[in-house]
């Protein structure tokens, strides 16, 4: 089942689709992965990811186009947003928000949320906060291609 967002004028031109994740998406999302983060995910942490049944998968497309992904996995009494990324042509526009919503849905609001966010990355960190996700302390050096501490943010 798909969830569709109608976009404001100023914003993408096409309804947000927001739907599981499926290996074939797994190209498209690898591409996006590069073109977004500095050490992106390998294709072999995506298929161990999606192969896992507890674990919360999204995509989000445009029309026939996917333009973001959220990577979640649930791990005893909590969910760990692991990897969300929209392409940069498509940011700004209501895809993260989308995929996030979605993912409390399909998660269904048992159990808390955590995630670890660059310090640096405010406009992540506003959104996070949007969805009441509150700074719960600091990884040092967290992120190896520049020794960038991680914000720990959890939602409960």
């Known amino acids: 089942m798909s969830e569709i967002l109608s976009r404001e004028p100023s914003e993408l031109t096409q309804e947000v689709r927001v739907r599981r994740l499926a290996y074939s998406d797994l190209p498209a999302v690898i591409a ?9 995910w390998s294709l072999a942490m995506f298929v161990l990811e999606l ?11 445009v029309g026939d186009e996917l333009v ?13 947003l692991m ?17 996030i919503r979605r993912l409390f849905e399909e998660a269904r609001g048992v159990l808390p949320f955590t995630l670890e966010v660059r ?9 996070y906060e949007r969805f009441g996700f509150r700074s719960a302390g600091v990884r040092p ?13 959890w939602l409960d």
């Open 32 to 40: 996006i992965e590069r073109r977004s983060f500095p050490t992106p």
């Open 51 to 61: 192969s896992k049944p507890s674990g919360l998968c999204l995509a989000a497309s």
């Open 68 to 80: 973001g992904y959220v990577i979640c996995s649930r791990y005893d009494q909590v969910w760990h």
């Open 83 to 99: 990897n969300i990324a929209v392409a940069p042509e498509s940011r700004r526009a209501g895809v993260a928000g989308a995929l």
């Open 119 to 127: 310090v640096s990355n405010h406009g992540a960190i506003g959104m």
């Open 141 to 153: 050096r967290y992120y190896h291609d520049n020794g960038e501490d991680a914000l720990i943010m």
